[in-house]
């Protein structure tokens, strides 16, 4: 039975291109949109791809950039220079 990993970012301009990019990234994502947040769960893992961030801001983006947005998550991080991954697995 696979876990729920989730991620909640405040609904922001800064916040918009990230949470673009997770769902196009993350096939069976599913959003939950709320007033001023958004919560985004999938089965076993969720990753953000600096390059794909980076494609809609025109901008080099640093995936510690994403901690200015975030109010909740749930699964274990794995982030590097590339990405920022939640998880189960270990």
Known sequence: M????????????AARPII???VEDNPGAVVHSFPG?????RDDSLTINRASVENRIGRDWDPQELHLSVVSMAGNVDEDDDYFNLSWSR
């Open 20 to 22: 673009d990019a997770i």
């Open 2 to 13: 696979p876990r729920i990993v989730s991620i909640t970012l405040q609904t922001t301009d």
């Open 37 to 41: 947040i958004v919560k985004i769960d």
